[in-house]
């Protein structure tokens, strides 16, 4: 964790000019903000490569704005709900407002899936998979409460744990930021990446952006209403839709890749919740786990700095 901070990532190691040189790049760094990647460090595991400067700010500052937030949020969602959704026992109030969410028959799902997020965030090699699995983890409850009217439900509840967690994500998972601040510093996936990754990324733009467009319109027929009436968003087609065609644009414009891929995890995966607990079935819901496969695949062959923490290789620019 504290390699991932430090002040100071080497650009070069031979020479007294190369000493200069690094110098010269971390006070360039320190004074703009900006990712410095190296392939120079025989060590092989990512925190060794890569490290973002956030102006003067202290490694120790850094540590404690990262893993606070972190630690506190994975606490949480551990103890206070993944394990508690094991514990509830029927008839009581807790239950009776699952049932009324539509969550009571998936709770061990949920919770299981709570748990193995909040402990991989907090494993520094698995942070960033983590991240990507709570934003999925929250986006689904965040969706089952809008789409729920339920007495004592707040909806925006867990997206306010997604702001918590991304303040922890932005010190200790750099690399979810780095193309968007500097495209150059991120690994190339290659020519075969390019083209696999650059034909689902049309694809599910495509598919999303198509599917956004048709919540704009009016329903043509019964069935089209009936059908936005079951899933819960009469209200909030319009947004939704709105939502849809942004995240798909984003998805196609390589610099917002990631932002765009966590973004649309969340989206996608609070789809899914909605369907599962508003009785559809699992044919009915099937597209929507085929999309969230789809997503990962592409974001690990088009987004290599992603994955680069999990198998503890170098970044190289």
Known sequence: MAAALRESVPVERSGGGAAGAVRTADRAA?????????????????????????????????????????????????FASGLAKFFIQDGTPTADFMKALGVWDHRYLIGALE????????????????????????????????????????PWFPFVLILVMMIGAYFRTPELLARARNPESVPNPGKAGKIVSWILTVLLSLATLASGILQLMP???????????????????????????????????????????????????GALA??????????????????????????????????QRLLGRPVSA
């Open 274 to 307: 909605t369907n599962m607990t508003r009785g559809f079935t699992l044919p009915e819901y099937l597209p929507l786990i085929i999309v969230l496969v789809l997503l990962g695949i592409t974001g690990w062959i088009r987004n290599p700095e992603l994955r």
């Open 30 to 78: 320190a004074d703009t903000g900006t990712f410095v990647a190296s392939a120079g460090s025989r060590t092989g595991h990512i925190n060794d490569f890569i490290c973002y400067r956030r102006g003067d700010m202290t490694t120790r500052s850094q540590t404690i704005l990262g893993w606070t937030p972190t630690v506190l949020l994975a606490l949480f969602m551990i």
């Open 219 to 269: 329903p043509s027929n019964k069935e089209g209403a009936a059908f936005i009436e079951r899933l819960g968003i009469t209200d909030i087609a319009v947004p939704l839709g709105i939502t849809k065609i942004c995240l798909a644009i984003l998805f196609l414009i390589p610099r917002s890749s990631v932002i765009a891929l966590v973004l649309m995890v969340g989206y996608f995966s």
């Open 115 to 154: 748990i193995i997020a909040a402990v991989l965030l907090l494993v520094p090699r698995t942070a960033t998979l983590g991240f990507v699995m709570m934003v999925g983890v929250l986006g689904g409850a965040t969706a089952t409460g809008l789409t729920h009217d339920v007495e004592g439900n707040w």
